[in-house]
């Protein structure tokens, strides 16, 4: 982090305000409304250039001038957006050159938004003069707390398939290969695809069937890269004419979005914001948040971030769209605050009347103030405003879980032994860690596991040499690791290696597997210990390791699943199948004690603890989740009541508290 939105005393509460969508009268309303909503930022412009730049080189900024004014002298502050992520239909008719084209060679049409290549030069062009404009107008403005690059990156476009996106490919895979090490790297021999020329290199586009999938590989990371260079150039241009305002643009690290590789964005930033919203059909939707809300926390190598989006009650873009549940969006906000979110903010303040997003819910409800939801944003608005000593605090973790956005590209492509969901399987061992009371920090592979008692490594499907050694270095050295199906069993170029599986790993596990044995959807298996399994299982080989259970029944019987290999100073434990959710609580549980880790705080199942730390203080947070009032072993002052909680904290029904510890 090397900036923060400037004028915050405490947790940031607000959201995405869009004035141009209302007519002036409503402007004011909305700022009176804000405050007393408790609202101290707001993110305003971010669709909004057809409104700034009503014509070519024509602007209008008479009302974003007022609405900032109107702000300002409301004490709220403002994330200003450079407005890019929607060019006006002005700019894509006079260029359809600049609208992106599918696998399919379609080239997608005006009317939505995000309708733009990432390589077009006059996309690029007149979004960075966009933003000179705004930078050089709005830069010394008063309200103006931190600049919102774009929105969403890739949300809607993350690939675009135009033949200058395919000349723009060529040069990034020229930087990296000569043509001799294109063709070893993608494996071209096999089907007859060996190149013997530059221009014969094409993006995987809409083929016959399957495509190369170290070319999809490749194109994956080239789109996040061609993305990237678009924020940065919009970034530099901010950052040369106001190098003192904080720069951020929202990612999208949760369930719904893969195709960015943020743990390069996010050294790119001055400070990481996201952008989160629950899977409402999901029962277990808290803790995919939780999950979320870790990675964040790890993308900003620790330190406090922005949830810059999440939803007061439903979206409008699920098959189903659940309300938020009485207290759910408080509790929702609780836990992103737990987990290192220094502020809380919401697509929108105001639900909108017209366009794509009118059932979407919002600060103020299409139905008003007299409304749970409005009651409910009240209510947090008001608590944060006693929160304020926990900003800039950080979030106890002593477990690492490594993640790997390209482990997900190489991981999820077609023709694989299973459909594979790298989130998917990544949050179901995290849930056992949830269950469990154990704060999680998200790593990137290689990183510095200095003071983690355990390392968590779901899937890590493709690594690099220097991988494979970094893990096994630190077990050699002490440290223990979990390793899971589906890991060390590529290397960076898709190429699988060979020997048996895990490949990159057998060494460090003990283990050979010689075979996969996927599960029928439905099936389970037995194993020894009382424990299930579904999905996955693999015909494995105890090298070395000692065997903690084995399959009783499916096709496996006798077949070790899950083992133990003490490995130089250190264990190593490898989950072989996918253990369903009692028994990978059991076994996380001989893992988590075999490394010495212990909850944050003894809570019932359902409750949410997590720890943060300031410079001479900790806090608690804690979430009950339950249709149950539980009380914590807990000292100290709950911050939201000023209580003494005199040695055992209450947190009733689906409530939230936040303790100053003694
Ligand atoms: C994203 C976008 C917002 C809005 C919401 C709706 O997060 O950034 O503009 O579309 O989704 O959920």
Same mark, same amino acid.
């Given at each position: 982090?090397?900036?923060?939105?400037?004028?915050?005393?405490?947790?940031?509460?607000?959201?995405?305000?869009?004035?141009?969508?209302?007519?002036?009268?409503?402007?004011?309303?909305?700022?009176?409304?804000?405050?007393?909503?408790?609202?101290?930022?707001?993110?305003?412009?971010?669709?909004?250039?057809?409104?700034?730049?009503?014509?070519?080189?024509?602007?209008?900024?008479?009302?974003?001038?007022?609405?900032?004014?109107?702000?300002?002298?409301?004490?709220?502050?403002?994330?200003?957006?450079?407005?890019?992520?929607?060019?006006?239909?002005?700019?894509?008719?006079?260029?359809?050159?600049?609208?992106?084209?599918?696998?399919?060679?379609?080239?997608?049409?005006?009317?939505?938004?995000?309708?733009?290549?990432?390589?077009?030069?006059?996309?690029?062009?007149?979004?960075?003069?966009?933003?000179?404009?705004?930078?050089?107008?709005?830069?010394?403005?008063?309200?103006?707390?931190?600049?919102?690059?774009?929105?969403?990156?890739?949300?809607?476009?993350?690939?675009?398939?135009?033949?200058?996106?395919?000349?723009?490919?060529?040069?990034?895979?020229?930087?990296?290969?000569?043509?001799?090490?294109?063709?070893?790297?993608?494996?071209?021999?096999?089907?007859?695809?060996?190149?013997?020329?530059?221009?014969?290199?094409?993006?995987?586009?809409?083929?016959?069937?399957?495509?190369?999938?170290?070319?999809?590989?490749?194109?994956?990371?080239?789109?996040?890269?061609?993305?990237?260079?678009?924020?940065?150039?919009?970034?530099?241009?901010?950052?040369?004419?106001?190098?003192?305002?904080?720069?951020?643009?929202?990612?999208?690290?949760?369930?719904?979005?893969?195709?960015?590789?943020?743990?390069?964005?996010?050294?790119?930033?001055?400070?990481?914001?996201?952008?989160?919203?629950?899977?409402?059909?999901?029962?277990?939707?808290?803790?995919?948040?939780?999950?979320?809300?870790?990675?964040?926390?790890?993308?900003?190598?620790?330190?406090?971030?922005?949830?810059?989006?999440?939803?007061?009650?439903?979206?409008?873009?699920?098959?189903?769209?659940?309300?938020?549940?009485?207290?759910?969006?408080?509790?929702?906000?609780?836990?992103?605050?737990?987990?290192?979110?220094?502020?809380?903010?919401?697509?929108?303040?105001?639900?909108?009347?017209?366009?794509?997003?009118?059932?979407?819910?919002?600060?103020?409800?299409?139905?008003?103030?007299?409304?749970?939801?409005?009651?409910?944003?009240?209510?947090?608005?008001?608590?944060?405003?006693?929160?304020?000593?926990?900003?800039?605090?950080?979030?106890?973790?002593?477990?690492?879980?490594?993640?790997?956005?390209?482990?997900?590209?190489?991981?999820?492509?077609?023709?694989?032994?299973?459909?594979?969901?790298?989130?998917?399987?990544?949050?179901?061992?995290?849930?056992?860690?949830?269950? $469990? @009371? =154990?704060? *999680?920090?998200?790593?990137? +592979?290689? !990183? %510095?596991?200095?003071?983690? &008692? /355990?390392?968590?490594?779901?899937?890590?499907?493709?690594?690099?040499?220097?991988?494979?050694?970094?893990?096994?270095?630190?077990?050699?050295?002490?440290?223990?690791?979990?390793?899971?199906?589906?890991?060390?069993?590529?290397?960076?170029?898709?190429?699988?290696?060979?020997?048996?599986?895990?490949?990159?790993?057998?060494?460090? $596990? @003990? =283990?050979? *597997?010689?075979?996969?044995? +996927?599960? !029928? %959807?439905?099936?389970?298996? &037995? /194993?020894?210990?009382?424990?299930?399994?579904?999905?996955?299982?693999?015909?494995?080989?105890?090298?070395?390791?000692?065997?903690?259970?084995?399959?009783?029944?499916?096709?496996?019987?006798?077949?070790?699943?899950?083992?133990?290999?003490?490995?130089?100073?250190?264990?190593?434990?490898?989950?072989?199948?996918?253990?369903?959710?009692?028994?990978?609580?059991?076994?996380?549980?001989?893992?988590? !004690?075999?490394?010495?880790?212990?909850?944050?705080?003894?809570?019932?199942?359902?409750?949410?603890?997590?720890?943060?730390?300031?410079?001479?203080?900790?806090?608690?947070?804690?979430?009950?989740?339950?249709?149950?009032?539980?009380?914590?072993?807990?000292?100290?002052?709950?911050?939201?009541?000023?209580?003494?909680?005199?040695?055992?904290?209450?947190?009733?029904?689906?409530?939230?508290?936040?303790?100053?510890?003694?």
């Amino acid at each position: 982090m090397t900036g923060w939105p400037t004028g915050l005393a405490s947790p940031s509460w607000g959201g995405d305000y869009n004035p141009e969508q209302w007519p002036e009268h409503v402007w004011k309303q909305d700022v009176e409304l804000m405050r007393r909503a408790g609202v101290n930022l707001v993110s305003v412009g971010i669709f909004a250039w057809a409104r700034l730049e009503v014509a070519d080189n024509r602007f209008d900024f008479g009302w974003l001038d007022q609405v900032l004014d109107l702000l300002h002298d409301g004490g709220i502050r403002v994330c200003l957006a450079n407005a890019t992520a929607s060019p006006p239909p002005w700019l894509t008719g006079a260029n359809p050159d600049m609208l992106p084209v599918r696998a399919d060679g379609v080239r997608l049409s005006h009317g939505s938004r995000q309708e733009y290549c990432p390589t077009s030069p006059v996309y690029r062009d007149r979004a960075i003069a966009l933003t000179e404009k705004i930078a050089l107008r709005y830069g010394e403005h008063p309200a103006l707390a931190a600049w919102h690059v774009n929105n969403e990156y890739g949300c809607h476009v993350s690939r675009c398939y135009c033949d200058r996106c395919a000349d723009v490919f060529r040069d990034w895979l020229r930087a990296r290969y000569d043509l001799d090490g294109l063709n070893r790297a993608w494996g071209t021999d096999f089907w007859s695809q060996h190149y013997s020329s530059w221009d014969q290199v094409l993006p995987p586009r809409v083929t016959p069937t399957l495509p190369n999938p170290g070319q999809v590989l490749d194109f994956a990371r080239f789109c996040s890269d061609a993305l990237l260079d678009l924020f940065c150039a919009e970034r530099d241009v901010l950052k040369e004419l106001t190098p003192d305002v904080p720069v951020t643009t929202n990612f999208m690290a949760n369930w719904t979005f893969s195709a960015l590789n943020y743990w390069h964005w996010a050294a790119e930033v001055d400070f990481v914001s996201n952008d989160h919203y629950t899977r409402a059909d999901d029962p277990e939707r808290h803790i995919e948040l939780a999950l979320s809300a870790d990675l964040v926390r790890g993308l900003s190598r620790g330190e406090p971030w922005l949830l810059m989006e999440q939803s007061t009650s439903a979206v409008n873009w699920q098959p189903r769209n659940f309300a938020k549940l009485a207290g759910e969006m408080r509790r929702n906000s609780y836990s992103h605050l737990a987990r290192g979110a220094d502020g809380t903010l919401f697509f929108q303040w105001r639900q909108s009347r017209a366009g794509a997003e009118r059932f979407h819910s919002a600060m103020l409800p299409h139905a008003g103030e007299d409304t749970k939801v409005f009651r409910e944003v009240t209510q947090v608005g008001e608590e944060y405003g006693r929160l304020a000593e926990l900003v800039g605090s950080t979030v106890d973790a002593q477990v690492a879980l490594v993640y790997d956005f390209e482990s997900a590209w190489a991981a999820e492509q077609p023709a694989h032994p299973v459909a594979f969901d790298y989130y998917a399987t990544v949050l179901g061992l995290y849930k056992a860690l949830w269950r $469990l @009371g =154990v704060t *999680v920090d998200v790593v990137p +592979p290689s !990183a %510095d596991l200095t003071g983690y &008692r /355990l390392v968590v490594v779901p899937a890590l499907y493709q690594v690099t040499d220097d991988e494979a050694r970094w893990l096994e270095d630190h077990v050699r050295a002490g440290g223990h690791a979990l390793v899971t199906w589906f890991s060390g069993i590529a290397d960076e170029n898709s190429r699988v290696r060979p020997g048996g599986y895990p490949g990159a790993f057998r060494d460090l $596990l @003990g =283990v050979r *597997v010689e075979e996969f044995f +996927p599960l !029928a %959807d439905g099936d389970t298996v &037995r /194993l020894t210990g009382g424990l299930s399994a579904s999905y996955w299982s693999e015909l494995l080989h105890a090298n070395g390791c000692g065997v903690v259970s084995s399959y009783v029944d499916g096709p496996l019987d006798g077949v070790p699943a899950v083992t133990r290999n003490e490995f130089g100073e250190g264990v190593a434990w490898y989950l072989a199948t996918t253990l369903d959710a009692d028994s990978a609580v059991t076994v996380l549980s001989d893992v988590l !004690a075999g490394a010495g880790v212990t909850p944050t705080v003894s809570a019932p199942p359902g409750v949410e603890v997590v720890r943060r730390r300031g410079e001479r203080i900790s806090w608690l947070v804690a979430i009950n989740h339950t249709g149950a009032d539980v009380v914590l072993p807990v000292e100290g002052v709950e911050l939201i009541s000023g209580v003494d909680t005199a040695g055992g904290l209450p947190v009733p029904a689906g409530g939230v508290a936040v303790v100053r510890e003694v």
